[in-house]
Nanobody, 122 residues
C-alpha cells in the first residue's frame, strides 16, 4: 500500500516560516504530480501549490512569492517552504499525489495524506 504523511506544521508568528514535508512510502514506482491543499475552518479546500514530475510549479495567487514547492525524488518527498506567513494562512494543510505503484501497470492513483495543522498567530 501507499502512504502519504505530512509533517512540519505548528504554531508560528506572523512573518515567520515553516517547511512542510509530504513523504510517500510503500509500493511506489513513480510519483507524478503532487499538490498541496489547505482548508481553513468553515472554508472550502484550496489548492495552494502544484509540482509536476518534471519540476514545473504553480501557485495560488494568495501564496505566490511567499511559498515554494519542491521535491526530492530520491526521498519520495515533496516540501512546501512557507515564508512571510500571515494569519490567513492558518489552515490544515494536505498533500495529494498521483502515484504509479508498479512498472508493470501504468495506472496512476491519487493518494492523500492526513494533514498537518498550521496556525499563524501572535
Amino acid at each position: 500500500q501507499v502512504q502519504l504523511v505530512e509533517s512540519g506544521g505548528g504554531l508560528v508568528q506572523p512573518g515567520g516560516s515553516l517547511r512542510l514535508s509530504c513523504a510517500a512510502s510503500g509500493s511506489i514506482f513513480r510519483i507524478y504530480t503532487v499538490d498541496w491543499y489547505r482548508q481553513a475552518p468553515g472554508k472550502q479546500r484550496e489548492l495552494v501549490a502544484t509540482i509536476t514530475s518534471t519540476g514545473s510549479t504553480n501557485y495560488a495567487d494568495s501564496v505566490r512569492g511567499r511559498f515554494t514547492i519542491s521535491r526530492d525524488n530520491g526521498k519520495n518527498t515533496v516540501y512546501l517552504q512557507m515564508n512571510s506567513l500571515k494569519p490567513e494562512d492558518t489552515a490544515d494543510y494536505y498533500c495529494s499525489a498521483e502515484i504509479q505503484k508498479s512498472i508493470f501497470y501504468p495506472r496512476k492513483d491519487t493518494y492523500w495524506g492526513q494533514g498537518t495543522q498550521v496556525t499563524v498567530s501572535s
